[in-house]
């Protein structure tokens, strides 16, 4: 965390650190000290532009964990972000509380009727309903998005027989904007480093093996010469289109390229195993089907917990309404139905989607 105080000690605003780095979770613990968390940041350069004095506090250095961070639980290496807007929040909650208490609560006490299946049914409903209109609004919100319009767009370009699944051509891509480069990973997570500046890439660094001389990777390094990226070269330029979109990658980036020679692992397709931006690696390669459908499933990823099973077992006594000869009864079967479709058509369709097409190898890819 970094406090920013007034002249007397008061608190003004606090800064989550993690949230602030592009490469939280990414890079190793070792690497997280306070100090260079702030570099990465560039947090350092702010205060300094805003002639604010910068004072270290006590901190653990190897996890780069402040009294402050320990105090309220925030860890260096995971981001903590609020993406969900905050009525999809409310309306879930309010739909848990009405199905509550009109399910439970009211029949309990001896004043359940007709209606009140009805209104907990309609309250059950809210909570995938929420869901299914805010992925529509985010949807809509990504493909329309004009912060990369104009961007050189670099997509991967992996060697023959490589192994490349078609949700790793499919999703992982670079952006080269002016000021910023813009990674985005296999499963979809999306990175902003900036250009040029001493806190972003200020330049790349190509690995090279010793003995043969094949290129392992690319490094994308700041002021600092700490490297910010990792991009695999057999994924991303080792194809037939991979010279041409390095030539294009450079030139649009305008950062200047050198190269270096290091050890790795035997396994050829692991050897960033002791790299400190291994993690990014891994993700900005073809990643394992399973992990990959864990991380992009919206209840795995985002909700969590067993809603999806959950909540369809809630609704199967008023689905038993669509054959009842009363007329609200048979309301709250439809509800209950359409309940269970909103939770279950979405994990089916993701399911059948990864498996069928997204985690298979693409065309011309040998396993």
């Known amino acids: 965390m970094v406090d920013f105080l007034t002249a ?5 605003l606090r800064v ?32 300094a532009d805003l002639g604010v004095l ?25 981001a903590r972000y609020a993406d969900l807007a905050l ?42 309903g929420a869901d299914l209109v ?12 004009a912060l990369l319009a104009g961007a050189d767009v670099i997509v991967p370009s992996p060697e023959s027989g490589a192994g490349a699944t078609r949700r790793f051509l499919d999703t992982a891509v670079l952006h080269v904007l002016p000021e910023d480069l813009v990674l985005t990973d296999t499963v979809g997570a999306e990175r902003w480093l900036p250009l040029r500046r001493n806190h972003g890439v200020t330049r790349l660094v190509r ?16 002021g600092q010469n700490a490297a910010r990226a990792l991009l695999p070269w057999r994924w991303w330029f080792a194809g037939p289109a991979g010279p041409e979109n390095w030539s294009r990658f450079v030139k649009a980036s305008g950062l200047p390229v050198s190269d270096e020679k290091v050890r790795h692992s035997r396994d050829a397709d692991g050897w960033w195993k002791n ?23 919206w209840h795995s990823s985002v909700l969590g917990g067993g809603e999806a099973i959950v909540v369809p077992i809630l609704s199967l006594i008023p689905l038993l309404g669509l054959g009842s000869d009363q007329p609200v009864a048979r309301v709250a079967g439809v509800l209950a139905a359409l309940t269970i479709l909103a939770e279950l058509v979405p994990v089916v369709a993701h399911r059948l989607t990864s498996r069928l097409r997204l985690d298979r190898r693409a065309e011309g890819e040998a396993a």
Do not use: Y
């Open 8 to 12: 007397d000690g008061s608190p003004v």
């Open 16 to 47: 989550p650190l993690a949230e602030w780095l592009p490469e939280a979770g990414r890079v190793g613990l070792l690497e997280l000290t306070p100090r260079k968390c702030l570099e990465r940041t560039g947090l350092p350069a702010l205060v």
């Open 54 to 78: 910068l004072e270290g506090g006590e901190g653990d250095a190897s996890t780069g964990q402040t009294e402050a961070d320990r105090e309220s639980g925030a860890r260096p290496d995971i």
């Open 87 to 128: 009525w999809h929040s409310w309306v879930r909650g309010l739909g848990t509380l009405v199905w509550f208490v009109f399910f439970l609560v009211l029949p309990m006490l001896g004043h359940g009727n007709r209606w009140t299946m009805l209104i907990a049914t309609t309250g059950l409903f809210l909570v995938p």
């Open 134 to 145: 805010l992925r529509i609004f985010q949807r809509t919100r990504t493909h329309g998005d």
């Open 207 to 222: 690995l090279v093996e010793p003995s043969s001389g094949a290129v392992l990777g690319v490094e994308f390094r700041d």
């Open 275 to 297: 790299h400190t931006m291994a993690a990014d690696a891994r993700w900005l390669a073809p990643v394992d089907p399973k992990r990959a459908r864990e991380k992009t499933s």
